[in-house]
């Protein structure tokens, strides 16, 4: 395998609808307007023969298929949560409990809730053939609000959310989601967990069910994000490789940064031992880049 990649992960917009992984798109991906000036229009779903031919030709290949998910949150509104109003956590006024972009939060303090998750993570894994998985927006499954980043307490709100289960505690029942999860996908499935550094009793909830945490944020294709991530990586280096595997975040080869941006972060990453991840295409990307 040229350039020593393990796998090929495709990202947000395969999906039926943004926040529904029951299923991918076929005619039109949610997200079929261009949100750049480069990218086109698209009539059909970008994966329309469906997920599992798409992960079949990633593994002809030599890699291991990935995926995007956030499997605690979702859109209550969809077709498949038509009957099922009470799988999702409420506020005190008995609306939805909703985290920013992160979606609803799926209650996994239900048991009809996890028994539906399993199947979803069951058949992307063991079906269509995804053995690495980016679990993203897992602050979702505490229900409490997003702190982006959060490199010290803050309050959060925990506690004002409503569980089916009132015994179960926010981290009880976000716990018992990401065992769900791990359980589905089997032990020989990489989980990548994103979005838990944004919220510190996520990432202690985390431990013991996850492979790897991103544990940087954005870093906008700018140097002063990737100067960001180098500390914050850098404050709970100790974890890795004893917790998990850290992520500080994907390596970027393009003209956003000089040749030597590009060598001072893919050193950083490979001296460090995190997790290694290349987010452009490569085939547009000039020899002097990919060979720094």
Partial sequence: KKYGFDFLQIDDGWQIGRR????????????????????????????????????????????AAGIWITPF???????????????????????????SWGGDCLDMSHPKAR????????????????????????????AAKQLYPNPQYRPDN????????????????FRKGL???REAAGDDTYLLGCTAAQNMRTLGGSIGLVDS?????????????????????????YLHGRVWHNDADVLYLDKHFTLD????????????????????????????RIDA
Wanted: net charge positive; proline share 6%; glycine share 8%.
């Fill in 20 to 63: 529904d992984f029951t299923t991918h798109a076929v005619d039109r991906p949610y997200a079929s307007k261009p949100r750049f000036p480069e990218e086109p229009s698209r009539e059909k779903g970008p994966y329309s023969r469906g997920m599992k031919p798409t992960a079949e030709a990633i593994n002809r290949h030599g890699f």
């Fill in 73 to 99: 949150g979702w859109d209550h509104k969809r077709p498949v949560f038509a009957d099922h109003g009470d799988w999702f956590v409420k506020r005190e006024d008995g609306s939805v409990y909703a985290v």
């Fill in 261 to 288: 941006q590009v060598r001072a972060w893919a050193s950083w990453l490979a001296i460090t031992g995190n997790l290694y991840m290349v987010s452009n295409w490569l085939p547009d990307v000039p020899a002097e």
């Fill in 213 to 237: 945490i991103r544990v940087g944020v954005d870093s906008g294709k700018k140097w002063e994000g990737i100067v960001a991530n180098v500390k914050v990586s850098s404050s709970i280096y």
């Fill in 179 to 181: 065992k769900v999860v």
């Fill in 158 to 173: 925990l506690g004002n959310a409503v569980f089916h289960d009132p015994q179960v505690t926010n981290i009880e029942a």
């Fill in 115 to 142: 028994k539906f998750l399993h199947g979803v993570i069951d058949r992307i894994a063991n079906d269509w053939g995804y053995k690495f998985f980016k679990l993203d927006a897992l602050w979702a499954g505490v």
